[in-house]
Nanobody, 120 residues
Framework: QVLLVESGGGLVQAGGSLRLSCAAPGSIFSINTMGWYRQAPGKQRDLVAT???????NYADSVKGRFTISRDNAQNTAYLQMNSLKPEDTAVYYC??????????????WGQGTQVTVSS
């Protein structure tokens, strides 16, 4: 059982900032794309941002310019810096670690989720 350990969620006022962290075992972190997804009550889980082992990033349109995903390969940790938070960013945020080869998903691991609540 692969364990992704998330931290950094909490309650913040609109316009504030939070940083989420996700620590992964080194054996998978070094080869996997890391990502953050979120799920609001009654809604599906949606992509927030991903970062490849080479540092290429991808963001949902709703967070571009406000959120930044990064990874520290020495610490086997991925981060999501969230600035200018809005009430609509309120959700459970999940860390994901994924490896695909020729379009086939070989590894797909999820963290336990961390609650982010933005008050207006």
């Amino acid at each position: 059982q692969v364990l992704l350990v998330e931290s950094g969620g909490g309650l913040v006022q609109a316009g504030g900032s939070l940083r989420l962290s996700c620590a992964a075992p080194g054996s998978i972190f070094s080869i996997n794309t890391m990502g953050w997804y979120r799920q609001a009550p009654g809604k599906q889980r949606d992509l927030v941002a991903t970062i490849t082992t080479g540092g290429s990033t991808n963001y949902a349109d709703s967070v571009k310019g406000r959120f930044t995903i990064s990874r520290d390969n020495a610490q086997n940790t991925a981060y999501l810096q969230m600035n200018s938070l809005k009430p609509e960013d309120t959700a459970v945020y999940y860390c994901n670690s994924r490896f695909e080869s020729f379009g086939i998903r070989i590894q797909d691991y999820w963290g336990q989720g961390t609650q982010v609540t933005v008050s207006s």
